[in-house]
């Protein structure tokens, strides 16, 4: 019964490492915002004085970021978004089992509307940042804020930029946008 279970165990993570590998080999980096970077998002959101409002996380993969967030700040509530089902279904797993609610959303985020948003995360490719930042100044409420990690929008200037490793050039900072300042 003991060696069932092991096997048992030991065949759901092979799956499940399968369908990770394919996911990101399918859809492309699901690289995690490190945890350095996390704590100064949360002193962005602190500084920004946003103790409550609307997060959302765009490209938010199986939804760390989110939940790291949802738990140092309680009274936001925190949408994840992401164009994968399977990163969708593993945000929510980890949701319900850490016990935070959570709205994790299988969308484009080009098609989603952030009228309500007042903060958004981005840690995506540069490629998508032209289209986004189009939208995002289009669809923002005046004070809105947006953080990017490592890639930036082409013609919106951020209003301060965060070298989270000096030590390494171009590996993870954090810029700062305000719409409409």
Not at 30 to 54: C, M
Not at 63 to 86: A, E, Q
């Amino acid at each position: 019964m003991i060696l069932l279970l092991l096997l048992l165990m030991i065949g759901t993570f092979a799956v499940l490492s399968f369908v990770f590998v394919m996911d990101s080999i399918i859809r492309g980096h699901d690289i995690p915002t490190t945890k350095k970077a996390i704590e100064t998002i949360d002193k962005i959101i602190r500084e920004h004085k946003f103790k409550s409002g609307n997060f959302y996380d765009l490209g938010c993969g199986r939804g760390t970021l989110s939940l790291t967030i949802k738990r140092n700040n309680p009274r936001l509530y925190v949408y994840g978004v992401d164009f994968s089902t399977v990163r969708i279904f593993f945000a929510n797993v980890k949701a319900l089992l850490m016990g935070r609610k959570i709205n994790f959303l299988k969308k484009d985020i080009l098609h989603l509307n952030l009228a309500d948003a007042d903060i958004v995360f981005t840690y995506l490719w540069y490629d998508v940042m032209p289209p986004l930042e189009l939208k995002l100044r289009k669809e923002l409420k005046k004070g809105a804020v947006v953080i990017t990690n490592t890639s930036n929008f082409p013609n919106w200037k951020p209003v301060k930029i965060y070298d989270i490793y000096p030590e390494k050039k171009d590996f993870e900072k954090l810029l700062v946008y305000v719409k409409d300042l």
